[in-house]
């Protein structure tokens, strides 16, 4: 994915959502999936698409929908939910550097997602301060409405799209791992990142395979943050230091 497209001085939001357009390829397919199982969760569709709207937290609703299905009282649904989304945390500080004095930044944060939060990380730095709100609100605003709409698809058509295309229900799961890798595959530009991100994907595949799946996500996370804070090389060549000192 290239970052380095000229941004509109005008209209830095139209950039923001041009710029988003490939996350669109792991949104709504996921979301379809989402509009999908909570249908068959026993969920009307409207309800699905208010979860979209309302929470839109990606892996947590999945999890909020199969609790609620089989259960489970709302303590627990909503700790789990909290759980999960604790990875958050640690996006508004690697932001912040980023961030001009707007009061509006605040109520941007509901369309901070992963994606988001990569897409962001490495374009903030290279726009304009007067530009930075607007990029950021129409990036998030394209991935919020793809996830909304995605969802709607999937809730009130899924299952006749799944029964004419049966391997699309194959093939749905595997979207947001995809993309995923595509925006995590850049930040592999000095040791320092590399251990860090390396230790992350271990201690989330060790944790899953143990059984730990809902537990992976933010433990996992904590761990690649830890050793991106307390490991550093002291012999880093020049031009390695000089991208790692743009990412970090």
């Known amino acids: 994915m290239t970052l380095q497209a000229a941004s509109s001085p005008t209209r830095p939001w139209l950039t923001g959502m041009s710029e988003a357009i490939p996350l669109l390829g792991g949104y709504v397919p996921v979301a379809i ?3 999908l199982i909570a249908t068959q969760a026993g969920f009307s569709a409207w309800e699905a698409v208010v979860i979209s709207t309302l929470i839109y937290a990606g892996a947590s609703q999945f999890l909020f929908v199969g609790m609620v299905a089989t259960g489970a009282p709302l303590w627990l649904v909503v700790a789990m939910t909290l759980l999960i989304n604790l990875r958050h945390v640690v996006y508004a500080p690697n932001l912040a550097p980023w961030l001009t004095s707007s009061r509006l930044w605040p109520w941007l944060m509901h369309g901070l997602t992963d994606q988001v939060f990569a897409l962001a990380h490495a374009r903030l730095p290279q726009l304009p301060a007067a530009q930075r709100i607007g990029w950021f ?26 029964a ?3 391997l699309m229900g194959e093939i749905l799961p595997f979207a947001l791992p995809a ?14 990142w590399s251990l860090a991100l390396g230790l992350t994907i271990l201690a989330a595949l060790a944790l899953t395979v143990t059984g730990l799946t809902n537990l992976a996500i933010p433990l996992a996370a904590a ?3 830890l050793c991106f ?3 550093k090389f002291g012999h880093t ?5 000089a991208q790692g000192e743009r990412h970090e």
Do not use: D, M, N
Not at 179 to 192: D, G, K, W
């Open 229 to 231: 804070q307390v490991v």
């Open 223 to 225: 761990c690649g943050a």
């Open 237 to 241: 060549p020049k031009s390695e230091h």
């Open 33 to 35: 999936s989402f509009g």
């Open 179 to 192: 993309l995923f890798l595509v925006l995590i595959a850049p930040r592999f530009t000095s040791r320092r």
């Open 137 to 162: 609100g129409g990036a998030a605003l394209l991935a919020w409405l793809s996830w909304i709409g995605g969802t709607a698809l999937g809730a009130f058509a899924g299952g006749e799209l799944v």
């Open 164 to 166: 004419r295309w049966a």
